[in-house]
């Protein structure tokens, strides 16, 4: 399942736009018979959710989990399309790919981050960044 929500908010001089995407699976208790004995079998439950910021400012496109702050910059044409809601969603979907298939990262440091935007290491705080490309 997958929700977005939007909020646009002005920051500054800079727009910010967040989006929340939340997707999960719930899978129901199964019983499991072995021999004699019936017992209930404990299939793991997933739920994530990918906190995302467009970062106008340095064109970067920015997700946050429960773990990791992801960091993804846009090509030109990319920069046009998150305007829109279906073009925002497919670079979305892209990401959301990239983070399931654990693509490559390369480690940002706070002062790097910082160094890019001061939104983005606002909206990352504490968390490990990570380039996505």
Known sequence: MFSAVFLISTVSVAVGMTTTAHHGHHHPHNTHVHG?????????????????????????????????????????????????????????????DLIDTNSPTVAVTAQDLTTMSAGLSHFCRKLPALKLN
């Open 36 to 96: 004699h004995h019936t017992g209930p079998t404990h299939e793991p439950n997933v739920n994530e959710s990918f906190l995302f910021h467009y970062d106008a400012a340095s064109h970067t496109l920015v997700v946050k989990t429960q773990r990791h702050c992801y960091l993804y910059m846009l090509t030109a044409d990319q920069q046009t399309s998150v305007h829109t809601t279906t073009g925002l969603h497919a670079i979305e979907k892209s990401i959301i």
